[in-house]
């Protein structure tokens, strides 16, 4: 069987991503940074690296840490597929994955987070580069996000921008990815993420490169070139925004913290690869809403053009009185 890798494409920087390689290949493993209570990190196998070699099918829930640990939902899969991103789309309270089954076409699937059981919405099919006759599958998918909006969106060969219907797989063309820089040359992208409260989207290439993407125009602003981010498969932002991203490091993979991605190379801890995670793919829940603690707001009273201050006096004047206060009741029939 033929792996469909996710990472088979190399673009522009291939001779500086050598050097990233080697650079976060010797990367000592820093202290991560400190996830919100309540957020929930959730990944699926890719490709199991130890065991002779197979689709690892297994489903986790991911403690950032030092060292990191996982829970284990599922262990295996009846049909295994190789996820290659995950994403959680808040407003319908959903977490779906992209990947490939046992045949070379990208699927969708939802996912049930509590058993790690996925459930088949469709092949992602797109018409851009289809043969005459309408869409057909795409054997390619990289990049992918929900939106705090609820619009999904995906990169078919790295460089392909397309928007991405949840509820059928069917994918339509936005534009081609370019980086600002080199603005006819073709950018392929592995991770992009929205931030949340701010909808600026940033993006990985590659090669391990940060940007920023414009999702109308597919046009990349280069930001930095961060060491340890050379093999990023896929990123979310937790609820405080901190940056969280698979890096796939020899024989496993492991966790990165990037608290400002605009900054990314002053702000960027490595922890150390987690064994047994042989994944692609990371998603967040975020903690529902709590009280903040605070004072509610006292609901105002209609206006029925008399004052609540003589009312409230002559309740107190009964009170005080010892005087009853007999509440009438409908009669009942």
Known sequence: ???????????????????????????????????????????????????????????????PGSPSTLTVIQATHDDPQMITDGAYDANAGKSYVIGYGYGPECQLWSVDITTGAYTLIGPITQDHNADEGGPEPSTSCNAFDILDAGTAYITIFGTELYRLDLTTGAATYIADVVDSRFIDTGLALSVISEQPGTGTVYAIDFNGFVYTLDLTTGVATYLINPSGLWNSFDADFDSAGTWWVT??????ARLVSITDPAHAADSLEAGDPV????TDSLWIIPAPAVDDGGDDEVPALANTGTSPLPLAFGALLLLLAGTGVVVLRPRRA
């Open 1 to 63: 069987m033929e792996i469909p890798m996710k990472k088979s494409i190399l673009s522009i920087g291939t001779v500086a991503a050598v050097a990233a390689l080697v650079l976060g290949a010797s990367m000592p493993a820093l202290a991560l940074a400190t996830s919100p209570d309540g957020d929930s990190f959730y990944s699926a196998g890719y490709w199991d690296t130890e065991n002779g070699g197979g689709i690892s099918s297994a489903f986790w829930q991911v403690h």
């Open 247 to 252: 890096v796939w490091d020899d024989d496993a």
């Open 275 to 278: 064994e047994g995670w042989f």
